[in-house]
T-cell receptor, first 115, second 115 residues
Framework: AQTVTQSQPEMSVQEAETVTLSCTYD???????LFWYKQPPSRQMILVIR??????QNATENRFSVNFQKAAKSFSLKISDSQLGDTAMYFC????????????FGTGTKLQVIP | DAGVIQSPRHEVTEMGQEVTLRCKPI?????LFWYRQTMMRGLELLIY????????DSGMPEDRFSAKMPNASFSTLKIQPSEPRDSAVYFC?????????????FGQGTRLTVV
């Protein structure tokens, strides 16, 4: 079974600064996907960024980027130029490659952006 | 498309009562997931369907929980009888067919309170 660990229950960052959220995972699979989802106070789960394990290049989406270290099974999220709207819970998630897309989530990191 | 639609958004019920949560996935999506979110356990996958067929229900906590997907556009999660420890936010999510379509789209969740 796969496990996803987020060791930072809460974090805060000043507006316009950069913050990095940590995530580690454990799997015996070689082909898989990793995700960061954002859950704002509205409760809606929103995909922020995704990484395919077979790609060495780190994924980026505007102000969001990841540092994917496959050997270390580490998948951190960097948010640059933090904005007030980034305040949310952030969940790291894992999905094995295959026909059925079962996603395993970490316990989340609550990020507060301070004006 | 309106996205994944869940109803009701909030449900308060008395212990022992039957509760039915409803989900309408995005049209064309053939995978559907039910998750439960609590402070203590985070996001847990309860069950998921592919082409209306339950694939893995190992996350369903007890026989009091049951889920159905009678057609491609509708699913229900039923708890009978409900207990206070069932209080949580229940999410439904759907995704596109095919191995490369990895994003799960979430509904806004149903907050269930059992008193």
């Amino acid at each position: 079974a796969q496990t996803v660990t987020q060791s930072q229950p809460e974090m805060s960052v000043q507006e316009a600064e950069t913050v990095t959220l940590s995530c580690t995972y454990d799997t015996s699979e070689n082909n898989y996907y990793l995700f960061w989802y954002k859950q704002p106070p509205s409760r809606q789960m929103i995909l922020v960024i995704r990484q395919e394990a077979y790609k060495q290049q780190n994924a980026t989406e505007n102000r969001f980027s990841v540092n994917f270290q496959k050997a270390a099974k580490s998948f951190s999220l960097k948010i640059s130029d933090s904005q007030l709207g980034d305040t949310a819970m952030y969940f790291c998630a894992f999905m094995k490659h295959g026909s059925y897309q079962k996603v395993t989530f970490g316990t989340g990191t609550k990020l507060q952006v301070i004006p | 498309d309106a996205g994944v639609i869940q109803s009701p958004r909030h449900e308060v019920t008395e212990m022992g009562q039957e509760v039915t949560l409803r989900c309408k996935p995005i049209s064309g999506h053939n995978s559907l997931f039910w998750y439960r979110q609590t402070m203590m356990r985070g996001l847990e996958l309860l069950i998921y369907f592919n082409n209306n067929v339950p694939i893995d229900d190992s996350g369903m906590p007890e026989d009091r929980f049951s889920a159905k997907m009678p057609n491609a556009s509708f699913s229900t999660l039923k708890i009978q009888p409900s207990e206070p420890r069932d209080s949580a936010v229940y999410f439904c999510a759907s995704s596109l067919p095919g191995r490369m379509n990895t994003e799960a789209f979430f509904g806004q969740g149903t907050r269930l309170t059992v008193v």
